[in-house]
């Protein structure tokens, strides 16, 4: 069942190279998923607390981080296995995948249940990470194998699955959270309930001893997915957001849609062709050219490094973006527009996923007309002033409060997502014209690497830049806000601020409330630096490639004969 001819086709057998989509898809579809981590990074934000997050709480840069961590462990997991997935074929290595994909899954919602972070990010993250390297590159080799006279096509489809998880785990995970959620206990509203900071916790009197409580006002409750909730205090581990109830679930789920899918991939028969289809020819003197770099040579190659930096900036931007795109909608525009709600960031977030998986189809198409050079033009040049764009029509959407705005603002950023989803479509094919077809799998999990450095920049990068960002805002509102009102609503001087910052009591919104009459709430255009940024990184993004040359032939392998497939695997790969 697991070894090469268990998993080959045979000449006559009836196997439609089509039909291998559907188990290829399936399988990326599961390790795609966590592209949709926003919608559960900004809820763990709150596990404790649940409406408000508590001083316990982990903050937002934490809760992202298994996103990094476990797209990290793609990139690196990839390139260590690369060699054993061409040794064992598809099947073993998607049925491997499976279980530390799922099994991780099911290890970080214990984490969550358990409120651990280590254990969070040793399951979802670094378990789950490991098992998309493994369960990553298989299903895209074996459709290259099938069709090697529609490469971006292939390639393209087959990672349009890893793009439409997204947009199966968001709704799931949310109607999941709905069904396990525990609203926290009401103990009454903010004037009627005596609290008091004690321990670096806020803290009012239940049941004869004090216990730690959140404040939460009404536009803090418009940004929560809970109907019917009052303002006031409520008891701070009392509720439950039903998150490690909802990941569990979703974990189960893909172990066995990837097993599932394990079990029928295939691999195409020796000396397949497309019916119509001629390879190219091969030229031979001395021993046969093939045009494939080894994987051992392929770092050594200045193309490379030349493709993975366009790659690492592209993926940057666009990882950066995902990670933060449901607390992005919900934190620029919530406060201004109304109709922004909770149900509404977490359909722009399926917007996004939907732009992510619209371009893996669309622009992997496009580069068998385009070329995959000058379909890279245009995902880096093309993006600078998409990201350049974004911080002036937040401020016309401010201004003017345009719907038509806003849809300019979502539009921009959907198109970022669907450049970012077209580059790791067509990059398969793309390493394929540069480095050959031999080892596409291997030297794609090497490439990979860059995609690790962005999953842990990209986000991190994000965060950090607004949380300067929103550091100086802070500060900045300290410095105008009346020393007498803020008294009264926080219970200490302003010379105190930094100790109810650290324990989540004093935030943009609360603050905001004192503030002087006209005073213009900062909370939108705390991305600003982080947008510019990433307008740099597409520029640098698109000179890398500038720079790609053909590889120079001293680098290609040389072997006595042709080999008798188009995919590398089994003796083939021990060369």
Known sequence: MWGFEACTS??????????????????HACIGSPYAWSAVSGTLTRELGVVASAAGDWSLIETTLPLSLVFAGQGLSAAIVGKWQMAVGPRKALAAGALFFGGGALVGAAGIWAHSLPILYLGYGIMGGTGIGLAYTPPVQTLLSWFPDKRGLASGMCIAGFGSGALFMAPTMGALMDVFKRIPTYLGSADSVNTVLEGGKLT???????????????????????????????LVGSGSTGAAEALAIWGAGCLVTMAAASVTLKRPFAGFTPDGWEPPAASASGGTVQGNVHPDTVLTVPQFYMLGTSFFCIATGGMGLLSVAKPMMNEVFSSTLPYVTAGF????????????????????????????RETFYIFTFGSVPLYFALPYIIRDVIATQS??????FMGSTVLALSMMGGTYALLPAYESELFGQKYVGANHGRMLLFSSAAALTGPVLLLKLKG??????????????????FLGTFG???????????TKVLTIP?????MPDGYVDPTPFLYDTTMQTMAGLMLVAGVSNVLITPVDPKHYEVVDALPDEPAAGGEDAKK
């Open 510 to 514: 609360k603050l905001l409330a004192i």
């Open 204 to 234: 009012a009197d239940v049941g004869g001893g004090l216990k730690e409580v959140v404040v939460v006002g009404a536009k803090e409750l418009a940004k929560l997915p809970y109907d019917g909730l009052a303002e006031g205090v409520y």
């Open 403 to 408: 719907y038509t705005s806003l849809l300019g």
């Open 345 to 372: 960031a977490s359909n722009y977030l399926q917007l996004m996923s939907a732009g992510n998986l619209g371009g893996r189809i669309g622009w992997a198409s496009a580069s068998d007309f385009l070329g995959r």
């Open 10 to 27: 045979k000449e006559g057998d009836g196997t439609n190279r089509w039909a291998q989509f559907v188990p290829a898809m399936a399988a």
């Open 492 to 502: 200490v001087g302003v010379e105190q601020a930094q100790s109810l910052i650290e």
């Open 468 to 485: 300067l960002a929103e550091t100086s805002a802070i500060q900045r509102m300290l410095s105008e806000v009346d020393p007498t009102a």
